[in-house]
């Protein structure tokens, strides 16, 4: 079953560091376009970090120099490393896929991020 499971979320003070991970169940994993989204309440959901099959990466302005997204072809996983987090980053993250040629997408269930003292 193709699936996407995200970990590493949790509580942190603004100015620390998370790395959150998505597993994932695809086949033919390095043809995909991985990215990571979020959601905080009552806003829509965001385009957060994006990371090609070739392997190039695209950020949103709120994030850049802050966040990085990475993939590891050979385990299955992309994560995303998370620095200086600050009140606002607080959301629900989501990992999300979309297969080259197809676009079949997947989603995972979202970890969530809290930043607070």
């Known amino acids: 079953q193709e699936q996407l499971v995200e970990s590493g979320g949790g509580l942190v003070q603004p100015g620390g560091s998370l790395r959150l991970t998505c597993a994932a169940s695809?086949?033919?994993?390095?043809?995909?376009?991985m990215d990571w989204y979020r959601q905080a309440p009552g806003m829509q959901r965001e385009l957060v970090a994006t990371i090609t099959s070739s392997g190039s990466t695209n950020y949103a302005d709120s994030v850049k120099g802050r966040f990085t997204i990475s993939r590891d072809n050979a385990k299955n996983t992309v994560s995303l490393q998370m620095n200086s987090l600050k009140s606002e980053d607080t959301a629900l993250y989501y990992c999300?896929?979309?297969?080259?040629?197809?676009?079949?997408?997947?989603w995972g269930q979202g970890t969530q991020v809290t930043v607070s003292s």
């Open positions: 999300h896929g979309t297969r080259l040629f197809t676009g079949i997408q997947y």
């Open positions: 695809l086949r033919s994993f390095s043809i995909y376009t």
